[in-house]
């Protein structure tokens, strides 16, 4: 798997490009913002981009969207509770100060078990509502993208339209807490972190680690 890290727009958004090293196929998460460098690294690494996806619809994970799929023609991916977040994104980036066009519909929903194709590569499709309605995670072998589900010390806000703290920590503990210690855990800011790290460490999940907060 190739991987480039870029951190983009106004809100430091990591936004990754996965790409497969045979076929030169690659998928965009998260394309908050700088078209034009995140278009640069694909034509740089001779990538051809094949999907574009977010992790959720706010507005600081869409802002270079509808250039980049001007530019390719790539389709938009999107977990199908996360519809009304996509539509809404112009109202959250109001809430932050930033004129945002809601982009259009996606052209693919995902669902709990789907699978992201490109090239070889299967990344595959988790539901982890809590931090918006439709927030997905993406696993491949032991590396995950987890959007705002997930920070290295933190946990995404759950006081947003949308957003549930018990549904939050549902999504964690039963989708990210049950992966291996050694899985790579690439959020949507920050730095990339691990899950036994987070597990061990991670301030904001205590009430799961003592068995405080119970479903
Ligand atoms: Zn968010
Ligand atoms: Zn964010």
New binding site residues.
């Given amino acids: 798997m190739l991987l480039e890290t870029l951190i983009v727009g106004p ?1 430091g ?1 990591n936004c990754y490009i996965v790409g497969d090293e045979k076929t030169r196929e690659a998928l965009v998460i998260d394309p ?1 913002g700088n078209a034009r460098d995140i278009l640069d690294t694909l034509r740089r690494e001779q990538l051809r981009l094949v999907a574009i996806v977010a992790t959720h619809a ?1 507005f ?2 869409l802002l270079a969207l509808d250039e980049i799929r001007a530019a390719t023609r790539a389709p938009f991916l999107l977990h199908a509770d996360e519809a009304s977040t996509l539509a809404n994104a112009s109202l959250g980036a109001r809430l932050f100060g930033f004129a945002f066009r809601s982009p259009a519909p996606a052209e693919r929903l995902l669902r709990e078990g789907d699978a992201v194709r490109i090239g070889s590569l299967a990344l595959n499709v988790l539901h982890t509502p809590g931090h918006s309605p439709g927030g997905m995670c993406l696993l491949h072998d032991k590396s995950i993208f987890v ?2 589900t997930l920070f290295q010390g933190g946990i995404g806000r759950a006081d947003l339209p949308g957003g549930d703290y018990g549904t939050l920590m549902r999504s964690i503990r039963d989708k990210l807490l049950t992966l291996p210690d050694d899985t790579v855990v690439y959020p ?2 920050g730095d990339a972190t691990t899950i036994g790290e987070e597990r061990q460490l991670n301030p904001f999940l205590r009430p799961l680690r003592t068995g405080q907060w119970e479903v």
């Fill in positions: 809100l958004v908050g706010h600081d994970h959007g705002d949507g800011h």
